[in-house]
């Protein structure tokens, strides 16, 4: 018999189409699980669902180790496809927070991407195959410090910070930050 059979059994003994693909998804029969009506008490205990808890606050060991990974792949990808991950932004913003110490907001906040005691960060990534050595950022943005990561054809990082301060006031939408040695 083959782990795949109890959905023919199932089918056999009356169960709905639904109830099949739903064992079907989980790779094993529920219904042999014990009483049915018991499931509640599985659906009813959130203890150990991430949804509701506090996100993970990793090491700076374990940031680096993640960051040399998701390089490594994304040069292997470049290697084999001869195109670019569109991972870069996030590769930044990873070497960001494993460099700097910068605590990373919730995913798609508003106006920074994370905080550096009590400074609001913004950081913008210029990828290998940027043709420019400048970044855009947007003037309205909740800021004082502007991490700009630059990665090299390489894949090697550099960074500086910049203090909002330093652009001075202006009328424009966006803000225009150079990449200079």
Known sequence: MSDWDFLHDMHNEGYSPEQIADAAACGYNPWEQGDW??????IDDEAGWDSD???KNPTTLELWELLD???ETARNYFEVTGRHLPIY????ELYGEAKYGIKRHKPY???SDGKLGNDFV???TISPFKTGNAVLVKRAGNFSKLLIVKISKDFEFKAKMLDRKSFGKGTGKHIKAKWSE
Do not use: C
Request: proline share 5%; hydrophobic share 25%.
């Open 109 to 111: 906040t508003r106006g």
């Open 37 to 42: 009506d018991n499931i509640e008490e599985f």
């Open 69 to 71: 990974e998701l390089v």
């Open 53 to 55: 808890s506090e996100p």
């Open 89 to 92: 932004g996030e590769l930044g």
């Open 122 to 124: 913004e950081i913008k």
